[in-house]
């Protein structure tokens, strides 16, 4: 057979077949993936939220310091988480006081000695100070010592409490403001070691005599507490009566809503947002994640 013999059909059928392999079906081909729906993103922002009110409303709530009634434990810029399960719950623990929990859940008196935050009795602010006085016990202030039932708690001083300040800053009382060896400036403020009964010990702070340092005696009906702030001349507390942005009375154990458990943030203030790394020098770094 010469070169230009034509080939038969079946042939040339062969050769295609071994030349061309067989491609298959564009309906076999894979399906693209179909984006994520507007509807399950949605979803997920809804599930995303409730979970965050759960934790906020039953487990942990965050609460910055606003005030040096704490002192010398807390100190303004202080951030904090706070259990909420310890006491029970109410309304008071959901976000905007929602009504959806009827009177009081698992209720729990708290610890003499524990940091509570509970609501002001007439105005619904947030408070935060600690437990002195229980149901059923008088107290009495003498001389800027707290009494129980007639007896004294313990009571000694330590050494004085330094918080420094800028040179523009101000210290509750004038003639606390100190200069530094260093020429920077500090309150150095009286200091005591308090020991309440049942163990607690916690360190408070006393300018010296003043009228809240004397109070008649007071017996604590039940449901309710004596609180005090750590900061004894700079504390409106149950020393004084219940009034809006002042004192708060004998708070009823319904308005508590949470116990302070540590800190995770500090900042002294001087932090600047256009100036990032004021962000660190501003930040109080050995009061990170320290217990209450």
């Known amino acids: 057979m010469t070169e230009n013999t034509p080939k038969s059909p079946s042939a040339n059928q062969h050769i295609r077949e071994l030349d061309a392999p067989a491609v298959e079906p564009a309906a076999a081909a894979k399906p693209a993936a179909e984006p994520e729906s507007a509807a399950s993103f949605a979803w997920f922002c809804v ?22 009634s704490m002192m010398p434990r807390l100190l303004v810029g202080d951030y904090l988480f706070a259990a909420k399960w ?40 947030d408070y935060i100070k600690r437990v002195i006085g ?60 308090e020991s309440l009964p049942g163990g607690v010990v916690h360190n408070v702070l006393d300018f010296g005599l003043e009228a809240q340092d004397n109070t008649p005696p007071v017996v604590v009906p039940a449901g309710r507490l004596f609180l005090m702030g750590d900061n004894r001349d700079n504390s409106l507390d149950s020393r004084f009566p219940a009034e809006v942005g002042r004192g708060i009375g004998l708070v009823p154990e319904e308005n508590v ?27 109080r770094w050995s009061r990170f994640f320290r217990g209450i």
């Open 257 to 283: 809503v949470a116990r302070a458990s540590f800190m995770y943030f500090s900042t002294d203030g001087s932090a600047e947002w256009i100036k990032p790394w004021t962000w660190f020098t501003a930040a």
């Open 134 to 193: 229980l149901p059923g016990e008088t107290v009495q202030v003498v001389n800027g010592v707290v009494h129980i039932n007639g007896t004294s708690v313990g009571f000694e001083q330590v050494e004085d409490f330094v918080l420094p300040i800028a040179a523009d800053g101000r210290c509750a009382r004038v003639r606390f403001t100190q200069v530094q060896p260093d020429g920077s400036y500090a309150c150095v403020y009286p200091q005591y070691r």
């Open 47 to 68: 599930k995303l939220i409730l979970i965050v009110l759960i934790f906020r409303s039953f487990v942990f709530t965050s609460f910055n310091i606003p005030s040096e």
């Open 86 to 125: 310890p006491y029970g719950f109410s309304s008071r623990s959901l976000p905007f006081d929602a009504p959806l929990i009827p009177g009081r859940i698992f209720a729990d008196t708290p610890d003499r000695g524990d940091v509570v935050i509970f609501e002001h009795p007439l105005d619904g602010t």
